[in-house]
């Protein structure tokens, strides 16, 4: 949350589910969602078991060495997170030396890593918070929205942001070849249009409470 998640009735919604029925209907398709791993997706792209990611895929050029990507649809701050009592790590080049937890593969730990940090693997932002405050790892790299959404959830947790800096751009990748070029075309056209006619300020507001 606020990105992918299952609300009280265990529906799949979130601002990436939105954004996938907008292309969905715009290419004229029923979209058909497939739930796995965060490192698992963009392998399944690679794999044409997926036509397209929507799932806060940010853009790096190690990356557009191996997808074609779409424009951005969003665009993102990163924070870092450390417990209450921790006074040692303030900035990111604090994190030399130190450890982290992020999904695998994700641009976080790619970060975290080329900053000197040993990073441990896990799947969900939970369980990134839970080893945090068990003082299992020092800090975490993540996505804001999603940090103050969980800080929403759980007022009380032992943790704080300690810096918030640029995030990636977030695009839909699909796979590198001449057979997506009219696919992440015809993405671009909605997505531009969604800019345009504010369906995409709407859903930024919505789930992230600003622009």
């Known amino acids: 949350s606020p990105w992918t998640y299952h609300d009280n009735n265990g529906v799949l919604t979130g601002f990436d589910i939105e954004i996938g029925k907008l292309i969905a209907e715009g290419l004229g398709v029923q979209p058909d ?7 698992s997706i963009l392998a399944g792209v690679d794999q044409n078991r997926f036509d397209l990611a929507c799932n ?19 665009y993102t701050e990163a924070v870092l997170v450390v417990r209450k009592d921790n006074n040692d790590i303030n900035t990111m080049e604090d994190l030399k030396g130190k450890t982290t937890s992020n999904s695998p593969n994700s641009t976080y730990a790619m970060r975290a890593e080329e900053l000197g940090a040993t990073v ?35 007022p009380n947790a032992n943790i704080k942001i300690v810096q918030t800096v640029a995030g990636e751009p977030v695009c839909i990748p699909v796979r590198r070849g001449a057979e997506t ?28 409470g600003q622009d």
Do not use: C
């Open 33 to 39: 969602y497939e739930e796995v791993p965060w490192e």
């Open 56 to 74: 806060g895929v940010g853009y790096t050029e190690e990356r557009a060495g191996k997808f074609n990507f779409s424009d951005p649809y969003v």
């Open 120 to 154: 441990q693997y896990v799947d969900t932002l939970g369980e990134t918070m839970m080893m945090l405050e068990q003082g299992r790892v020092d800090a975490t790299i993540n996505a804001k929205g999603s940090v103050d959404d969980y800080l929403r959830e759980h």
């Open 181 to 208: 070029e009219t696919l992440i075309a015809a993405v671009n056209e909605i997505l531009a249009k969604a800019r345009e006619d504010g369906t995409l300020k709407d859903l930024s507001e919505k789930y992230f």
